[in-house]
């Protein structure tokens, strides 16, 4: 299986704070990436798929980039709604689909 | 709007069975593959099984193969998952899941909505 490991596994920012997190695969994935938001007690949520392509009703303060086996999510400036935890997930190797460890995104 | 709403979950012993539920609503349910992800406690998400629109492909994760068993009934919007054969490690949240392909085309593998999720544990 395809094994994604996202960094940091946790991170403190502010508001109106620009955060980066990143994904990488342990081989390459050909921008078959979704990216997903999920807040304690809730369903995950789709932000991005194809590694860069936002999902319809997404703010566009989310955006993510990256090619081969890396692979970045940008939050341009965070807003009190945008912590949670994150999460990345392959598709390259379907129908073994695997998904990162989350990022965890704090308030400092 | 798309609904997705899980039942069926509850406290059952390591080795029986327990058979989770999904009702779609909101969107024409027949042309879209349907997934099961679950999350234990406090930990990241893990893929559990799809089914292709019509039903005639269905994989599964390797930690469920041979133990459950997706399926749907197209008629009544429902997805279904028996679990047979439950551990103490299969104890999770439990979410139904639509991917965006259609058809023919293929399942796309990603998952655009999401159920609020049906908790399963497997305790003595």
């Known amino acids: 299986d395809i094994q994604m490991t996202q960094s940091p596994s946790s991170l403190s920012a502010s508001v109106g704070d620009r955060v980066t997190i990143t994904c990488r695969a342990s081989q390459g994935i050909a921008d078959s990436l979704a990216w997903y938001q999920q807040k304690e007690g809730t369903a995950p949520k789709l932000l991005l798929y194809?590694?860069?392509r936002l999902e319809s009703g997404v703010p566009s303060r989310f955006s993510g980039s990256g090619s081969g086996t890396d692979y970045t999510l940008t939050i341009s400036s965070l807003q009190p709604e945008d912590f949670a935890t994150y999460y990345c997930q392959q598709y390259y190797s379907t129908p073994r689909i695997t998904f990162g460890q989350g990022t965890r995104l704090e308030i400092k | 709007q798309v609904q997705l709403v899980e039942s069926g979950g509850g406290v059952v012993q390591p080795g029986r069975s327990l058979r989770l539920s999904c009702a779609a609503s909101?969107?024409?349910?027949?042309?879209?593959?349907m997934h099961w992800v679950r999350q234990a406690p406090g930990k990241g998400l893990e893929w559990v099984a799809l089914?292709?629109?019509?039903?005639?492909?269905?994989y599964y994760g390797d930690s469920v193969k041979g133990r459950f068993t997706i399926s749907r009934d197209n008629s009544n919007k429902t997805l279904h998952l028996r679990m047979n054969s439950l551990r103490v490690e299969d104890t999770a949240v439990y979410y139904c899941a639509k991917d965006p392909g259609r058809g023919v085309a293929g399942s796309r593998y990603y998952f655009d909505y999401w159920g609020q999720g049906t908790l399963v544990t497997v305790s003595s």
């Open positions: 194809g590694a860069s």
């Open positions: 089914i292709s629109y019509d039903g005639s492909k269905k």
């Open positions: 909101g969107f024409t349910f027949s042309p879209y593959g």
